[in-house]
């Protein structure tokens, strides 16, 4: 399969969240090889989109001339785009919202109701294009937390098949917790061998993906004695 990632972390590879993410892939691979890029978007040069709207009654071509027409290839190109980003402010960080604004001239301005809402019709052919949202945080509650990030998520790709949201997510690089962050991307990596698999995962296992690793109020005492 052809998967695109896009890192929405400042801290590129270092980021918490692409440990869970790199778990989640290497469980796809468990079933077979797959031709995976990783786009760091904050090194990427992606104008701002400046509402013009010319991409959608044009073709698809937008007035900026950047990083983004390879990566719009690059998105028509794959058949799996995990957006994996720490949550920033209840949502995705800067650079990868300014990538995601400026998928625009995939759609046209022309308007459908799907179902009870409105939907842009597409300018091009990704119906074969499948989605994954993989977030992290640095608090331990994911209620009244994850919510804007997965409702953007759902809202923008339809999908919902994969949406792993896991609290706490600095431990991950904190090689002292290494004895509750292996065990959580041991799951992860289940849950990724499972979607390449039958191209769904387990609800259960998804509920404990997404549980604190350890009790809200210890993390919160770890997290304030170092402050
Ligand atoms: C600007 C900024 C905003 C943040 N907003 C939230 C937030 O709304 N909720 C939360 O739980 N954590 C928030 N965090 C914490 C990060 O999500 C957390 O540190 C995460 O593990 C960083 O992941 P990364 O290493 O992949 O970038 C924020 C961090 C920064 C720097």
Avoid: W
């Amino acid at each position: 399969m052809k998967i695109l990632v896009l890192n929405g972390s400042p801290k590129r590879e270092k980021s918490d969240v692409m440990h869970i993410t790199n778990a989640f892939l290497d469980g796809m691979r468990e079933t077979g090889a797959h031709d995976v890029k990783i786009i760091n978007a904050i090194d990427k040069h992606i104008e701002y989109c400046t509402g013009c709207f010319a991409c959608m009654h044009n073709g698809g071509a937008c007035i900026h001339d950047d990083d983004m027409r390879g990566i719009l290839r690059d998105i028509l190109d794959s058949e799996l785009l995990i957006l994996s980003f720490p949550l920033y402010c209840y949502g995705m960080p800067a650079p990868l919202k300014a990538l995601i604004d400026r998928i625009l001239p995939l759609s046209s301005m022309a308007m459908e109701k799907v179902g009870d809402r409105y939907e842009h019709v597409g300018q091009a052919d990704f119906s074969r294009l499948r989605y994954a949202m993989i977030c992290g945080c640095g608090f331990p509650n994911s209620k009244h937390n994850f919510e804007p990030a997965v409702a953007q998520f759902k809202l923008l790709f339809h999908s919902d098949e994969v949406v792993i949201t896991v609290p706490e997510s600095p431990m991950f690089s904190e090689p002292t917790a290494l004895p509750v962050t292996e065990p959580r991307l041991a799951l992860v990596k289940q849950a990724g061998r499972q979607f390449a698999e039958s191209g769904s995962i387990d609800g259960t296992l998804l509920d404990e993906i997404c549980s604190p690793m350890i009790p809200e109020e210890v993390y919160a005492a770890i997290v304030n004695s170092g402050v």
